[in-house]
């Protein structure tokens, strides 16, 4: 059942692609500013972006920071198909295409992790963590900034999950910053806030 979920939502995107980044773009703008401007990455990091999409993301990254690689991960070929051809010129980086819950990619092998306006979507937030846990170096970072289930937020999580063909599975940010404390994440930030009618949180944490 899970595996279905999981079609639906990459199916979904597979026929959204194209015009994603107009359709979504306030929506992006928002999200992407509010975790650039906590966003740090050392120099000669390796970098995974778990659920990239357009390559939105990774192209400020591209610009911002000196990292050894960078690794763009969607399950949607029509978005990374949008991705390979916006970082075309991008030197050190590199595509896949697994779901979050299926990442083959060998043990500590990232030290920054980002999983951006995703988190919501996947059918198993514990085997993710366990992923993330697996993949992060000791001491790496993960940056996670998706919806927050709190409050009046409730309602419009509830219509978009009645409506939409994606698999809708959101967490608060007190479920989500349990859930990595979990697997030895250290929560260094945890942020709140609202816009229109979205609530959301970011979470910087460190693995132990």
Wanted: charged share 25%.
């Amino acid at each position: 059942m899970d595996n279905i979920k999981a079609e639906k939502t990459v199916g979904y995107y597979n026929k959204l692609s194209k015009k994603y980044d107009r359709g979504y773009s306030a929506y992006l703008k928002h999200t992407h500013t509010k975790l650039l401007d906590r966003l740090k990455i050392p120099d000669s990091s390796r970098v995974l972006d778990v659920s990239g999409g357009t390559g939105v993301l990774a192209s400020e990254i591209a610009d911002r920071f000196k990292v050894s690689e960078l690794v763009l991960n969607d399950p949607s070929e029509g978005m990374l198909m949008v991705a390979r051809e916006r970082l075309a010129d991008v030197e050190n980086i590199t595509f896949s295409q697994h779901i979050a819950e299926e990442l083959h990619f060998e043990p500590n092998s990232f030290d920054v992790l980002i999983c951006l306006n995703s988190f919501h979507y996947y059918t198993d937030h514990q085997k993710v963590a366990k992923h993330f846990k697996r993949l992060l170096t000791p001491g790496g970072t993960l940056y996670l900034l998706d919806w927050n289930l709190e409050g009046w937020f409730h309602l419009p999580n509830g219509i978009i999950s009645a409506l939409s063909p994606e698999n809708i599975n959101t967490k608060s940010a007190a479920e989500t910053d349990a859930l990595l404390q979990d697997f030895q994440f250290k929560t260094d930030q945890l942020k709140r806030w609202s816009f229109r009618f979205w609530k959301f949180y970011l979470i910087k944490a460190t693995l132990r």
